[in-house]
């Protein structure tokens, strides 16, 4: 079956480019568009999509209260949220993290990445570019904890190796750089980061990464 999107942008040019792109995939449907997180609340309810690819400055509601209600314990459906944010790291990509979404993307990003994106988010993954995403959590460094803070017994579920490898995640590595770096399997990382997910209690590697930073686990701009 193809994957349902919907499509929330406050630029309808925007909306449109991103439209005839996925629509020239074959497994994937775009199944409508929103201008602001109001409309887009009550589309998602309507055309329960897979994935919502979500602009963060809009009119009315902002694209992370939209993200914190489509994804929220009151959630109308399976819908995740894919960020959209400009070449320049929006300030509120932390905050949407913390609200739920499953990733971001940039705006200017070529067509196959888009492409990848939603079927990566999809499938149940998080979308997390590695560059972007240690330069997103370094800038906004202020914003975390400095990593003097007591760090959470929760973190003492997990083995020597699943915290290395959660060290790691929030780094921005993907499975087969963490299996280069650790030298083991992709299949044995992959393995490590479930078990992460299901300890802490995560739903995905975005806010496996974002644990890690506001536990103190991981200091911005700090190497394992």
Known sequence: MAIRVLLVDDQPLLRTGFRMILEAEGDI???GEAGDGLQ???QVRALQPDVVLMDIRMPRMDGVEATRQITGPAKD???RVLVLT???LDEYVVEALRAGA???LLKDAPAGELVQAIRVVAAGDAMLAPSVTRRLLDKYAGKLPTGEEQVPDTLGTLTEREVEVLKLVARGLSNAEIAADLF???TTVKTHVGHVL???GL???VQAAVYAYESGLVRPGSRP
Do not use: I, M, Q, Y
């Open 102 to 104: 499953s990733g971001f």
């Open 203 to 205: 739903r995905d590697r």
């Open 184 to 186: 083991v399997s992709e």
């Open 77 to 79: 459906g399976p819908a």
């Open 29 to 31: 449907a775009v199944v």
């Open 86 to 88: 400009t070449f320049d």
């Open 40 to 42: 887009a609340l009550e």
């Open 198 to 200: 299901t300890k802490l």
